[in-house]
């Protein structure tokens, strides 16, 4: 079994750090704070971080996968919703799957498919047992709930051949596996990795490698674990921090792993002994990261691009703004709205 150690690689606090990714097309890594609603964009090469853009939402911002034409934006799932992002800082709201729960359950981590849909899961705010679940969703066919019955739903990614779907669930402290089909339906789900939370700590977000190997973060393990597919142990990456929570493999050089960490719920005693919390952390792990899978919605004209519908009707509050990466300034700040088919303004 191969140690490694990752350093802080960014000065910047978060309280809660996820969603960390690597976008080759862009040659940019990304990731969120989640109770801040912020999303960054930046270049990444070793321990160089520089921020390129961030935007603001209104509320929590806790997944994304970019569109296949990168220029359209991203996907996301924020507060109970799924919306649509784009690169100018405008959001329009496409299904929102947990508004019958709002505001004890949240969105959480979520993932494009190989096939192109955005898969997302939920979780009570006080991380009550079972109120969770799973949804895959496509313009096409809106939001369905895959699993539910979810306590913490947490990193999901696939296989290099694209047959296996590895799925967290926090609560229980499960690494799950489905054998996935041809069309990308998952079966015979089964227990890939149990962690004893109390004494190793929860799996929280995950990537695949190249060599189909499993990546995932220990929350509360001050470490990331990379697994094989079989279930062994291949390596441990030490933290001097307790609550690694997502992780990413790209970077200049193709093979660093980037690691979001958090502050949240950490006493003041604890954040005095380790000031590292909240901060990215990153180290070369010699083995290179598969490409982002992207949301592909349907093809369309640009006409027909402008006259889609999303799956709740009415109106839609655009509440994000692009942020100005040098001093935080707002550039985009007037309230406008939204309705069915408005992507963009025009």
């Not at 390129?52 to 996907?75: C, H, K, M």
């Not at 890939?192 to 990537?207: I, R, S, T, V």
Request: charged share 20%; with cysteine; proline share 4%.
């Amino acid at each position: 079994m191969r140690d490694f150690v990752a350093i802080p690689c960014t000065t910047d606090l978060y309280e809660l750090g996820e969603c960390c990714r690597w976008d080759e097309i862009r040659g940019e890594l990304s990731w969120v704070d989640v109770y801040a609603g912020r999303f960054f964009r930046a270049s990444a090469n070793g321990t160089q971080i520089n921020i390129l853009a961030s935007y603001q939402v209104d509320g929590v911002i806790t997944a994304l996968a970019p569109f296949e034409q990168r220029n359209d934006g991203w996907i996301v799932g924020m507060n109970q919703s799924i919306a649509h992002l784009s690169e100018s800082g405008e959001v329009h709201e496409r299904s929102r799957p947990e508004s019958r729960n709002a505001p004890e359950v949240r969105t959480n981590d979520g993932a494009a498919d190989p096939w192109g849909r955005f898969w997302l899961g939920s979780m009570a705010n006080d991380f009550a047992k079972g109120r969770g679940s799973l949804y895959r969703y496509h313009e096409s066919s809106g939001a369905e709930t895959i699993l539910d019955n979810v306590t913490v739903s947490n990193g999901i990614g696939w296989s290099p051949d694209e047959r296996t779907m590895y799925y967290v669930d926090s609560g229980p402290g499960t690494i799950s596996a489905f054998d996935v089909t041809d069309t990308g339906e998952i079966t015979s789900g089964r227990v890939f990795a149990q962690l004893n939370a109390e004494q190793e700590g929860a799996p929280d977000g995950l990537c695949v490698d190249a060599e189909g190997a499993i990546w995932v973060a220990v929350w509360g393990g001050y470490q990331v674990r990379r697994y094989a597919a079989n279930g062994e142990l291949l390596a441990r990456v030490a933290l001097s921090t307790a609550q690694p929570s997502s992780c990413a493999i790209g970077g200049a050089n193709g093979t660093t792993l980037y690691i979001t960490t958090a502050r949240e719920d950490m006493s003041e005693e604890l954040l005095e002994s380790e000031r590292d919390a909240g901060r990215l952390f990153c180290v070369d792990v010699d083995v290179a990261g598969l490409p982002l899978a992207p949301y592909r919605p349907s093809p369309r004209t640009n006409d027909e691009w402008m006259d889609t519908e999303s799956d709740i009707g009415g109106e839609s509050a655009c509440f994000a703004h692009l942020v100005c990466a040098v001093c935080g300034a707002v550039i985009e700040s007037e309230p406008h709205v939204h309705r069915p088919g408005s992507y963009l303004d025009q």
